[in-house]
T-cell receptor, first 116, second 113 residues
């Protein structure tokens, strides 16, 4: 099982503040992902990365940005938080199996963000 | 593109009873299928996965799932539910390579004494 960490676990912040959600994994996985999940709703992919210096936007449009300077680190930044950004953010990384398309995603514990 | 349907939003079972959570997928080729569990305030934990081979897959915590190609289903089962199984369960399908994994909307399981 992958070791993947997210900080902070909970964050309450005022409108207009800049925030960075941290995600780190120790498994050396090349692929990393950010999902947004609202209560009782499905997961929506907002960003993903296939390796260092690779970042792509996901299916759900998001005002956040990401960077991937190191393999193990995939932070998500909101330049100016708004109440509409209130949600749970889940980070995941994936390994590839014996055949390179057998991918399994492992998730961090999530960050619950509340923007007032 | 692939898709996943979990038709049951909420299921309630008695402790000790058997459980089956339904998952139907849509994909043109052989899919890669997953079940994850999410406890309140937590991330998703992988229960089991199917890539190929035996269509009955054993997972952690006593769960199993059966891949039925003819029915495009990958239902999750447990013979005897424990109170600690109360959580939300997500089915997911992947196509491999650079294709993204698609998650279902989840089924919330409530376990009553």
């Amino acid at each position: 099982e992958a070791d993947i960490y997210q900080t902070p676990r909970y964050l309450v912040i005022g409108t207009g503040k800049k925030i960075t959600l941290e995600c780190s994994q120790t498994m050396g996985h090349d692929k990393m992902y950010w999902y947004q999940q609202d209560p009782g709703m499905e997961l929506h992919l907002i960003h993903y990365s296939y390796g260092v210096n690779s970042t792509e936007k996901g299916d759900l449009s998001s005002e956040s940005t990401v960077s991937r300077i190191r393999t193990e680190h995939f932070p998500l930044t909101l330049e100016s938080a708004r109440p509409s950004h209130t949600s749970q953010y889940l980070c995941a990384s994936s390994e590839e199996g014996r055949l390179n398309f057998q991918e399994t995603q492992y998730f961090g514990p999530g960050t619950r963000l509340l923007v007032l | 593109a692939q898709s996943v349907t979990q038709p049951d939003i909420h299921i309630t079972v008695s402790e000790g009873a058997s459980l089956e959570l339904r998952c139907n997928y849509s994909y043109g080729a052989t899919p890669y299928l997953f079940w994850y569990v999410q406890s309140p305030g937590q991330g998703l934990q992988l229960l089991l996965k199917y890539f190929s081979g035996d269509t009955l897959v054993q997972g952690i915590k006593g769960f199993e799932a059966e891949f039925k190609r003819s029915q495009s289903s990958f239902n999750l089962r447990k013979p005897s539910v424990h109170w600690s199984d109360a959580a939300e369960y997500f089915c997911a399908v992947g196509a491999g390579g650079y294709q993204k994994v698609t998650f279902g909307t989840g089924t919330k399981l409530q376990v009553i004494p």
